[in-house]
């Protein structure tokens, strides 16, 4: 179950199910193993990819890692649960992967494009 947050309207929604539209299965709960393929430094390193192309600094610290900007936001909890608001819509208490998957939707369709 994730919380997503319609910003226009200020009020959650509870999904159950999120299909992502890849090649990544449906998400039905927190447990989904395939979301915890990436290691704490490659999910890192992916945060220091983007916070490049934004052109913007990247927090990192054991713990927590992200960025901010004029409308978004990311974080990435070393515990595997991380957040992303961009636009109107925010992931909250998702798993890292999940939320670096949206965060990078939304630069591909506002045409931003990360670093390689």
Not at 26 to 49: G, Y
Not at 91 to 97: A, F, K, S, Y
């Amino acid at each position: 179950m994730f919380l997503v947050l319609n910003r226009s309207t200020n009020l959650y929604k509870q999904i159950n199910n999120i299909d992502l539209g890849s090649d990544l299965a449906k998400i039905t709960n927190k447990n989904a193993p395939f979301l915890m393929s990436s290691s704490w430094s490659d999910l890192r390193r992916r945060v220091a990819r983007i916070g490049a192309s934004l052109d913007v600094v990247v927090r990192s610290d054991p713990e927590v890692c992200g960025l901010s900007g004029s409308g978004y936001q990311l974080t990435l909890h070393h515990s595997g649960y991380g957040d992303c608001t961009v636009g109107d819509l925010s992931l909250i208490d998702c798993p890292n992967e999940l939320v670096l998957v949206e965060f990078e939707r939304w630069m591909r369709s506002s045409k931003r494009f990360l670093l390689s």
